[in-house]
């Protein structure tokens, strides 16, 4: 078992290195690059995989499961954040949007292989959409829906949910152009968190180690909830204990600079979060592999 989590880990870990690397001697901005991923790489992923993978009944329960994992640690933050009070603004998004798109994605694909990645999207899109909507209504005052109806990624999943389900699919060529691309997005989203590694500072330590023990508790008693109510296949099940936790998304990091909602303490609780994955995910992926439905 340890062998087989190490093989499926050293890929993830060696692309972060890399970037790392980039960040730290060539100092590469890759700012443009996350923006072209964002805005061309991933929806052509989303495009490629939601078009084509089967959608009727049998995703509910993933489905229900992904908005289960948004939600309930959103609730279980609210008598934390007043009993360590702690500002909720600041402290419960990270526990509620977790990374779904440069960690989830490939660790999903090199644990469970081709198979795993049409389900991994959707919970990437689900991830993103209840973000850009649930999330910013809790860190501002304005109307999201803008906002959500012109993401890139959010529109390639429209497109594609339409296709797919009133049986038009898509158009073979079309579907191997949006494939190769969304081949790209994996490797850049492992090498652009690495970059992200460089600005982690000892100072936010304590924020993020204790950030990190309550993403586990949350996304523990997440998962508690889940296996005990919601039937899902093997596969699924033990995704699901992955995504519901995982270390905080950087949008959370984005979102609070934005709003002003001490974006340091937010840094801290992503970068140390991300880097602390080293150690908890070989844990969760040993405990993952030996799960069996309820």
Known sequence: MFQLV???LFPLFTLVA???GIGRWIKMDFRPINRINMDMFLPALVFSSVGTMPLDMTQVPLLSASLVAIFIPGLLMVPICRLFKLP???WAPPHMFRNSGNLAIPLFTYTFGEDAIAPAVLLLVVSVCTHVSLGLTLVSKGNPLKQVVRM???IAAIV????NLTDIGIWEPLYDATALLGQTAVPIMLLSLGTQMCNMRLSGLK???LCTLQSLATGAVTFGIIYMLIPLPTMHLQMMLLFSMLPPAVMNY???ERFGLEPAKVASMVLFGNFLSIVTLPVLLMIALSLEPF
């Open 6 to 8: 190490i093989g499926i």
């Open 152 to 154: 890139p990624m959010f």
């Open 18 to 20: 890399a970037g790392y």
């Open 160 to 163: 594609a949910l339409i296709l």
């Open 254 to 256: 984005l979102l609070a």
């Open 88 to 90: 909720y603004k600041v």
């Open 207 to 209: 924020v993020g180690l």
